[in-house]
């Protein structure tokens, strides 16, 4: 049976951030995840009439080497990461 790990980051700085993950007791990950990201241009970035969809999740698949691994998070973002493992 597979079991499915969420990990949730938060950059709430300016600059896309580097983070360094290690996932302990967990000895071996799936190399396929997903990570679905919400961010805007500032930290008061909203939708509105003109702009409806200035802050909307993204969700892409992502390759991770192990259950150690580095991930850049982008300026203003929420980040979800499932890892099945």
Do not use: C
Not at 39 to 65: C, F, H, M, Y
């Amino acid at each position: 049976m597979r079991h499915k790990l969420i990990v949730k980051v938060v950059n709430g700085t300016s600059d896309a951030r580097k983070v360094s993950i290690a996932l302990t007791g967990v000895e071996k990950v799936d190399h396929a995840a997903k990570l679905t990201t919400l961010s805007g241009k500032s930290p008061n970035a909203t939708n509105n009439i003109r702009e409806p969809e200035a802050v909307v999740p993204v969700e892409q698949g992502i390759t991770l080497d192990g259950p150690k691994f580095e991930r850049s998070f982008a300026a203003y973002s929420i980040n979800v990461l499932e890892i099945s493992y």
